[in-house]
């Protein structure tokens, strides 16, 4: 179970690996650390802007593939430096981002003859696969702009830089999945629960 003071070593994770490529040293967890997140799961790092709440960076690892602490420890620095929708993120900033913390539920598709209803603002994120074409969107993300399950799934064909109804094709498969998500209020400061996953 993944509680405030578990999300809070998380979050502390990710910025002590981005910290640690900032002095260009390895970061090595404790291996208490790796023993108590060693549970494959996915999980997403945003970064925003503080106090602005601008967006920042956004990577993640959306299948339970690697250990958690791997997991959140890559999607941290990919979401510093290898989002491509922004420049690397530089030391100084580290004083002024907060970091958001998604741990996902594996994705699970829905039958086509379930959508749009299969799908639920507010509690699912959403993969489409259209060909090997991907496109994720985050469950905050459509409740942030206020979607409609319809209005979900095209954004997150467009996402992928698909066609906004490429999920009602045959041959795209839609996956929905659940998230626990906690950020920071302030820079190193406390750590908030932003939802949960409804199980």
């Known amino acids: ?9 998380l979050i502390h994770l990710a910025r002590n690996a981005l910290i640690s490529t900032f002095r260009g040293t390895e970061f090595k967890p404790s291996t208490e650390v790796k023993e108590k997140y060693s549970q494959k799961m996915g999980a997403f790092v945003t970064l925003h802007s503080y106090p602005s709440g601008k967006l920042r960076g956004c990577v993640g690892i ?11 420890v890559s999607s941290a620095i990919s979401s510093a430096f290898k989002d491509p929708r922004f420049p690397p993120l530089r030391e100084e900033d580290l004083k002024i981002i907060v970091i958001e913390l998604s ?9 086509s003859d379930d959508l749009p209803r299969g799908v639920e603002v507010g ?5 489409v696969d259209s ?10 993300v459509a409740e942030k702009y206020g979607w409609s399950s319809i209005e979900f799934l095209e954004n997150t064909c467009l996402k992928a830089g698909l066609d906004r109804n490429c999920w009602k094709r045959e041959d795209t498969k839609v996956y929905t999945f659940q998230a626990l998500i906690f950020e920071e209020a302030e820079p190193w400061g406390k750590i908030l629960r932003i939802s949960s996953e409804s199980r």
Do not use: D, F, N
């Not at 741990?103 to 039958?111: D, H």
């Not at 509690?123 to 993969?127: E, N, P, Q, T, V």
């Open 103 to 111: 741990i996902l539920t594996p994705p699970e598709e829905v039958p």
């Open 131 to 140: 060909g090997g074409i991907k496109g994720l969107l985050l469950p905050q």
């Open 123 to 127: 509690k699912h994120g959403l993969i």
């Open 62 to 72: 959306p299948y339970p593939v690697y250990p958690l602490w791997m997991a959140v």
């Open 1 to 9: 179970m993944i509680g405030s003071e578990e999300a809070r070593e």
